[in-house]
């Protein structure tokens, strides 16, 4: 794919969705940090399901450790993985108290450090709670990059990678939401809705699929 056609598939994005967002839902970089750890192979909507409820009650590392794993299992138990993930975040919530003064710290190296949290955790809360031009590659945006041969790679920090490379400063701190939200609903892993896409005549998959077929 050259410059040229990557660059209009990105102004279509923006013109359709200039100002995309996530779709879990927080108010603060620590509720962020704790929605994003817990969505690793979960679904947004089972997370906000299971914040709805929690942040109301604890939303801040003081609060969420004084609950303890146990209490946190309570609320979270609806979540796939969810002991561990309890752990991790008690464990965060520890970290953060000692080390952050309860704040998520705005640095890649300080985030990475933290229970549950890896490179593409830390690049969705340096990107949607500190506006940094990252690009965390989900299953999504690493299936939309390859099979639109927008950014191949052969793993998500391939791609990762090479997003960086080829997306214009212009776009990198919203391209990621853009991909997310295209491979969800349009496209998708098993069947792509290619004659709803609006970037059907750009993307170079050879295997395009529509309804009557």
């Known amino acids: 794919m050259n410059t040229e056609?990557?660059?209009?598939?990105?102004?279509?994005?923006?013109?359709?969705?200039?100002?995309?967002?996530?779709e879990l839902n927080f108010s603060s970089p620590?509720?962020?940090?704790?929605?994003?750890?817990?969505s690793a192979?979960?679904?947004d909507v089972s997370v906000n399901k299971a914040t709805d409820k929690l942040?109301?009650?604890?939303?801040?590392?003081?609060?969420?450790?004084?609950?303890?794993?146990?209490?946190?299992?309570?609320y979270i138990k609806t979540i796939g993985l969810y002991n561990n993930k309890a752990i991790n975040?008690?464990?965060a919530c520890e970290i953060l108290l000692e080390k952050h003064?309860?704040?998520?710290?705005?640095?890649?190296?300080?985030?990475?450090?933290?229970?549950?949290?890896?490179?593409?955790?830390?690049?969705?809360?340096?990107?949607?709670?500190?506006?940094?031009?990252?690009?965390?590659?989900?299953t999504h945006i690493f299936r939309v990059a390859n099979r639109t041969k927008f950014a191949m790679g052969k793993n998500v920090d391939q791609v990762e990678q090479k997003m960086l490379?080829?997306?214009?400063?212009?776009?990198?701190?919203?391209?990621?939401?853009?991909?997310?939200?295209?491979g969800r609903y349009t496209c998708v892993a098993r069947k792509p809705r290619c004659g709803s896409?609006?970037?059907?005549?750009?993307?170079?998959?050879?295997?395009?699929?529509?309804?009557?077929?």
Not at 5 to 22: A, G, M, V
Not at 197 to 213: A, G, M, Q, S, W
């Open 89 to 91: 975040v008690i464990k």
């Open 41 to 43: 192979q979960a679904t």
């Open 165 to 182: 490379k080829v997306v214009p400063a212009e776009f990198k701190v919203d391209v990621h939401h853009w991909f997310i939200l295209h």
């Open 101 to 138: 003064g309860g704040e998520v710290p705005e640095d890649r190296e300080a985030l990475e450090a933290l229970p549950g949290v890896g490179r593409k955790t830390a690049n969705v809360v340096l990107n949607t709670a500190f506006g940094w031009p990252t690009i965390a590659v989900d």
């Open 5 to 22: 056609k990557r660059r209009r598939i990105l102004e279509i994005f923006r013109d359709n969705n200039p100002k995309p967002e996530t």
């Open 55 to 74: 942040f109301p009650v604890a939303n801040t590392a003081q609060a969420i450790y004084d609950l303890g794993v146990e209490g946190l299992k309570e």
């Open 197 to 213: 896409c609006l970037i059907e005549n750009l993307c170079e998959f050879k295997e395009k699929v529509y309804p009557d077929e």
């Open 30 to 38: 620590f509720e962020l940090l704790v929605a994003v750890t817990l």
